[in-house]
């Protein structure tokens, strides 16, 4: 079994056709897209152009569609949702059609490409992520979504995470270089990984625009049960019992 990890999708190079890849943008994008499903969400489109997302929910129509997503990390105009995963409660989102377009997160779904599943992984879902990502596959890719095409921290940590729980599945893997580095910044930072991100570019510019308590949410492991898993473009929950 091996275990990748890219910083960004731009620095995939090789064809993930047979591996199961995980698609990890903790601050916020994976996140968000975690509760959407967890809390009931139908189905979840991801699109790269803010106009793009407008009129998709205009050819989906009707009141099930709800227009989600962020520039510069703020609702975007005549947008239902902004990136906040507190937006997205049961309330809010349950039975709903979500269409989001964000800086990072979506874009990084949408260059991925071809590969054997595709899942969203955060924090909130590590566990269980890992455990899909492993019944599809023994090649596993984590990709990251980084912000604006370089690492970022956040990622990196939570990809430590998904190793570390394939690892006490499964025991010693093929680690890439990369995924060894993640592997050891979660085992040294996990303690307090609020404390951890201080500093780091990411963290502090969402801190900065006041969502200090998304971060915090963004930084709980193993919450949620719920997988999303992206087949032909549309992110929906993983059904276990398939
Ligand atoms: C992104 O996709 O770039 C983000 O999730 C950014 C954000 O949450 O503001």
Do not use: W
């Not at 989600?68 to 902004?82: K, M």
């Not at 984590?142 to 690492?151: H, L």
């Not at 609020?194 to 510019?205: I, K």
Request: net charge negative; glycine share 8%; with cysteine.
């Amino acid at each position: 079994m091996s275990i990748d990890v890219y910083a960004t999708a731009g620095a995939i190079e090789k064809d993930l056709r047979n591996h199961a890849c995980v698609i990890v943008d903790v601050l916020r994008a994976s996140s968000v897209i975690t509760t959407a499903i967890e809390h009931g969400c139908k189905s979840v489109i991801p699109v790269a152009e803010v106009e793009d997302a407008a009129m998709m929910a205009r050819q989906l129509g009707g009141e099930r569609v709800l227009l989600c997503g962020e520039r510069q990390g703020l609702l975007i105009p005549g947008f239902n949702l902004s990136n906040s995963p507190l937006e997205y409660t049961q309330e809010a989102v349950s039975g709903r059609v979500l269409v989001m377009s964000t800086t990072n997160g979506t874009r990084a779904i949408l260059r991925t490409g071809s590969c054997k599943a595709m899942f969203m992984g955060s924090f909130l879902n590590a566990k269980a992520v890992a455990e899909a990502a492993l019944s599809q596959s023994d090649s596993i890719a984590i990709v990251c979504a980084g912000t604006g095409g370089r690492y970022s921290l956040d990622d990196i940590l939570c990809s430590g995470a998904i190793i570390s729980r394939i690892i006490d599945m499964t025991g010693k893997q093929a680690l890439c270089d990369l995924s060894r580095t993640a592997l050891a910044l979660y085992d040294s930072y996990s303690e307090d990984l609020f404390t951890s991100l201080q500093g780091s570019q990411h963290f502090e510019r969402l801190r900065s625009l006041g969502f200090e308590e998304d971060i915090r949410y963004c930084l709980q492991e193993d919450v949620m049960q719920a997988v999303p898993v992206c087949v032909n473009g549309v992110i929906r929950k993983l059904d276990r019992g398939a």
